[in-house]
């Protein structure tokens, strides 16, 4: 096998992947977690049906890569700002405008509940140094700082921030005096 014939079965691999992730979105986004299958899933993302199960073995598998590929996307987008302010703008923005996380998060709250309770778990761990990792990049050292700017991004996906620039100097500020109360 040559090269460039690895190269296309890896594109071909990556296409399928996307598609699969797109097609899980868009059944997300229209009727949540729960209610939609793998068989949707691969005939929304236009991949055979033997394509998923290739990749995943079952829903939960696929739903893991997926967020795992959304968190990187997301965090991806901040990493380009040029300064705290404009990644946590972007982050924000990123929740708020995610139509499949905005249905499981008002639609669906078992299933986001469960994602919240599950701390432990190596999706939510990835998040938490994702977070450090971005909050280290603009300098903020406080672990007190980091702590608050990563409960907003997770309270956000409940209840979208409207003025992200006011939230993230507020909290900025009354974290950085110190203290266990943040009002």
Known sequence: MSAGEHTRAG???????????AGALACIAKQGVKATSMIEIADE???ARAT????????QELLRA????????GFA??????DLRGAMSALLTFIATHDALRFIATLEPTVFGRMLAATSDSLWVTFREECD???????????????????????????????????????????????????
């Open 52 to 59: 998923l199960y290739n990749h995943f073995r079952s829903k």
């Open 133 to 183: 990792r971005l909050f280290e990049k603009y300098g903020v050292s406080s672990a007190m700082q980091r702590d608050v700017l990563t409960r907003i991004l997770v309270s956000s996906v409940i209840i979208p921030v409207a003025d992200v620039d006011a939230l993230v100097a507020s909290a900025l500020a009354k974290s950085s005096r110190g203290g266990a109360t943040l009002f």
């Open 45 to 47: 993302g236009k991949i």
């Open 11 to 21: 594109n071909a691999m990556g296409r399928a992947r996307a598609g699969l992730f």
């Open 66 to 73: 997926l967020i795992s590929e959304e968190v990187s996307r």
């Open 77 to 82: 987008s901040a990493e380009k700002a040029e």
